[in-house]
């Protein structure tokens, strides 16, 4: 079983659309949280980075981390084209490396 | 200010044939990594350095070698290919070690091996 679950998708939603992408994780000791974005053919770009459980807010995006499920969300509000990427999550373990989830396509159709 | 720089962008091999990748970051960061990225596996690691002058093993070294140069270029060599490293490789670089800081990645080479 692999520490971090991501489905791959892909997720295909129609513009304006609110977005729901999760993980999942099994190492209790994971204490910060991140979400990167990248677009096709690219490497991918910090996005979102959490320490705690609870809500943080950017722009139209929200990460939101729930350590007592083991669980984390990134929700893109009024989802547009431009949004269409795979978006990974990543969580440090106790000696500070990044364990990857695989990514989640998305797809925003205009 | 470029980022972080790889070369080539893409590559066929034969089985057997060796290579370097080359990275290069222009942030003055002290850490540099080299991932691999294949369907459905997310983003390994494969080596990494966490300053100048020294490198360390992550989840998947074997059959790479890797040289930190100086502060700016960390090259990732492929001895003898094989099928099974065909993947796109990513380097990246950020300040501080490991997931503390940022990560800022370059574009990627695209290798194939066949």
């Known amino acids: 079983q692999k520490e971090v679950e991501q489905d791959p998708g892909p997720l295909s939603v129609p513009e304006g659309a609110i977005v729901s992408l999760n993980c999942t994780y099994s190492?209790?000791?994971?204490?910060?949280f991140m979400w990167y974005r990248q677009y096709s053919r690219k490497g991918p770009e910090l996005l979102m980075y959490?320490?705690s459980s609870g809500n943080k807010e950017d722009g139209r995006f929200t990460a939101q981390v729930d350590k007592s499920s083991k669980y984390i969300s990134l929700f893109i509000r009024d989802s547009q084209p431009s949004d269409s990427a795979t978006y990974l999550c990543a969580m440090i373990d106790s000696n500070y490396q990044l364990i990857w989830g695989a990514g989640t396509k998305l797809i925003i159709k205009p | 200010n470029a980022g972080v720089t790889q070369t080539p962008k893409f590559q066929v091999l034969k089985t057997g044939q060796s290579m370097t990748l080359q990275c290069a970051q222009d942030m003055n960061h002290n850490s540099m990594y080299w991932y691999r990225q294949d369907p459905g596996m997310g983003l390994r690691l494969i080596y990494y350095s966490a300053s100048e002058g020294t490198t360390d093993k992550g989840e998947v070294p074997n059959g790479y070698n890797v040289s930190r140069l100086n502060k700016r270029e960390f090259s990732l060599r492929l001895e003898s290919a094989a099928p099974s490293q065909t993947s796109v490789y990513f380097c990246?670089?950020?300040?501080?070690?490991?997931?503390?800081?940022?990560?800022?990645f370059g574009p990627g080479t695209r290798l194939t091996v066949l």
């Open positions: 959490t320490y």
């Open positions: 990246a670089s950020s300040d501080l070690a490991g997931g503390r800081d940022t990560q800022y």
């Open positions: 190492n209790s000791a994971f204490q910060y």
